[in-house]
């Protein structure tokens, strides 16, 4: 796990990346779930956020496990302070979590709710010539549970990106 970089701790770097990444793919997949006309626009943008977005808050979290457990090796936190540095550490692993959850129902948009005009598999039987299947469409009630569903997770984890880099600022500005 990198833990420094240029002598400085990781963990300011890294949580930068969460930082920017978890309000794009809330407000991407919110998007792409109510508003079909993005949906061609979006569809791999989404599915790139959905990977990397988790990817990055796990990089915040580790490196500030590291950094945590870095300076209290060095006494470098004193008592009354740890409380606060807890509180911080318990709202970036809720963060992960409610990040890896948005991820996951924006992977499931990106394969269950397909743009209008998206190629259909081919089917044999009955269905009309140029009419696609309802499944290559997917169902309206399917994209509106998982629109309800990720505007849920988006709103999580924004409050919860949130929280955590508030009490992270005040942590570091209020001092030790």
């Not at 500030?64 to 550490?89: I, K, M, T, W």
């Not at 992960?96 to 397909?114: E, H, R």
């Amino acid at each position: 796990m990198l833990e420094e970089f240029m002598g400085i701790p990781a963990h300011p770097f890294l949580v930068h990346a969460a930082v920017v990444f978890i309000p794009l793919l809330a407000l991407t997949a919110v998007g792409y779930a109510f508003v079909p006309f993005v949906r061609p626009h979006l569809r791999w943008v989404l599915g790139l956020l959905a990977v990397a977005t988790p990817l990055a808050a796990l990089m915040a979290k580790l490196s500030g496990d590291r950094f945590l457990a870095r300076l209290e090796s060095r006494n470098r936190v004193s008592p009354e302070y740890v409380p606060r540095l807890a509180e911080h550490q318990d709202l970036g692993t809720t963060t992960l979590y409610a990040t890896l959850l948005l991820g996951v129902l924006a992977l499931v948009l990106v394969f269950l709710v397909k743009p209008k005009g998206a190629a259909a598999p081919a089917t044999t039987g009955d269905a009309e010539p140029g009419s696609a299947p309802a499944a290559a469409k997917g169902s309206p009630v399917l994209t509106v549970v998982l629109g309800v569903l990720s505007l849920a997770a988006a709103g999580f984890a924004l409050y919860y990106v949130f929280r955590t880099g508030d009490t992270g600022a005040k942590a570091v500005w209020e001092g030790q």
